[in-house]
């Protein structure tokens, strides 16, 4: 069972254009979503991050827009560039016990076209 | 230069022939984990540890060992392995087991071929 959709698989975009990803999650515990990008032939890097108590953060061109009413949130990449093109996960978790573990969406492989 | 460091990068071995790959990290982080990547499939859980001598399993945890024997390092061990063990592995540090906005750091990745 996956708890967090992630959507589109892919996405191709032309450079200055607004990438959009969007994540939807089942748990109502979750208090923690952070967002992960992966360039080829490196691991994920922590790109931006959000709690439930807040709608929006933005961080340079990256934004994340969070609706804790319909359990979604998504990223947004305005001005979207060639050197964006990398895979996109989004997650999120919360405290299980004495662990907190992060539950994966299964990753958005954007491109960025010149 | 704070980092998670795996070896080796590219591994190709035949079926049931014991194998280890290597995780440090020199961040003095509590909490190590394994991953497995797959096209489709997203990243994995293989086993995780919370510190040392601390091991769990993670998701698909079936035909894999670890051990923390040392805060530093954590060893994804395949004592035979199989061609659907054929994946990307990455390992991954943070500072602590619970903390919100402890981020996860990742090695740049072991792809294994199993033949």
């Known amino acids: 069972q996956q708890q967090v959709k992630q959507s589109p698989q892919s996405l191709i975009v032309q450079k200055g254009g607004i990438s959009i990803i969007n994540c939807a999650y089942e748990?109502?515990?979750?208090?923690?979503f952070p967002w992960y990008q992966q360039f080829p032939g490196k691991g994920p890097a922590l790109l931006i991050a959000i709690r439930p108590d807040v709608s929006e953060k933005k961080e340079g061109r990256f934004t994340i827009s969070f609706n804790k009413s319909a359990k979604q949130f998504s990223l947004h990449i305005m001005d979207s560039q060639p050197g964006d093109s990398a895979t996109y996960f989004c997650a999120a978790s919360n405290n299980a016990g004495n662990n907190r573990k992060l539950i994966w969406g299964l990753g958005t492989s954007l491109a960025v076209n010149p | 230069e704070a980092q998670v460091t795996q070896n080796p990068r590219y591994l190709i071995t035949v079926t049931g022939k014991k194998l280890t790959v290597t995780c440090s990290q020199n961040?003095?982080?509590?909490?190590m984990s394994w991953y497995r990547q797959d096209p489709g499939l997203g990243l994995r859980q293989i086993y995780y540890?919370?510190?040392?001598?601390?091991?769990d399993k993670g998701d698909v945890p079936e035909g894999y060992k670890v051990s923390r024997k040392e805060k530093r390092n954590f060893p994804l061990i395949l004592e035979s392995p199989s061609p659907n063990q054929t994946s990307l592995y990455f390992c991954?540090?943070?500072?602590?087991?619970?903390?919100?906005?402890?981020?996860?750091?990742f090695g740049n990745g072991t792809r294994l071929t199993v033949t």
């Open positions: 748990n109502t515990a979750f208090d923690y």
């Open positions: 991954a540090s943070r500072p602590t087991p619970t903390a919100y906005n402890s981020p996860l750091h």
């Open positions: 961040m003095n982080h509590e909490y």
């Open positions: 540890s919370m510190n040392v001598e601390v091991t």
